[in-house]
């Protein structure tokens, strides 16, 4: 204590606040870009969009299942405005675990079967301000 001088202290209390502002600003733009865009879910095997499900408009609970490739399987159920893989036959389960998925920009991805659910919105400038509307390689 006795290297500090009188205005560290309010300084170091200063910087931890300037920290935390990009977070706040993040979850603000999160929250009202969700609350005003219609979201919808991309399923892609190999990077290949194999089907869409819209998020906003559906409201019924279903599942149905994925044969990426031979011998895989992942099922996906759908549960109105949230989806998650609730079943497949890989060793460590990560997309399993990862649950449900709701938010713009959340993805559950199933490694060995090249699997990836992104939820992703219908306006495209909500897509760009989130980092989800890149062009992959």
């Known amino acids: 204590m006795k290297m ?4 560290d202290i309010p300084i170091i209390i200063l910087l931890i606040v300037l920290c935390f502002i990009p977070t706040g600003i993040f979850m603000w733009q999160q929250r009202s870009v969700n609350a005003a865009s219609e979201l919808y879910a991309t399923i892609r095997v190999d990077r290949k969009v194999v089907k869409k499900v819209d998020l906003t408009a559906n409201k019924k ?6 044969h990426p490739h031979r011998g895989q399987y992942n099922v996906i159920e759908v549960a109105g405005d ?3 893989d609730k079943a497949d036959n890989t060793p460590d389960q990560v997309a399993v675990h990862t649950s449900w998925i709701s938010k713009l920009g959340q993805q559950s ?3 060995p079967h090249k699997l990836v659910i992104e939820i992703k919105s219908k306006d495209k400038q909500a897509n760009s ?7 992959q390689p």
Do not use: A, E, N
């Open 109 to 111: 991805i199933c490694l």
């Open 129 to 135: 301000s989130t980092g989800t509307g890149m062009v």
């Open 4 to 7: 500090l001088k009188p205005l």
């Open 82 to 84: 949230q989806i998650r």
């Open 61 to 66: 609970h279903y599942t149905f299942v994925l």
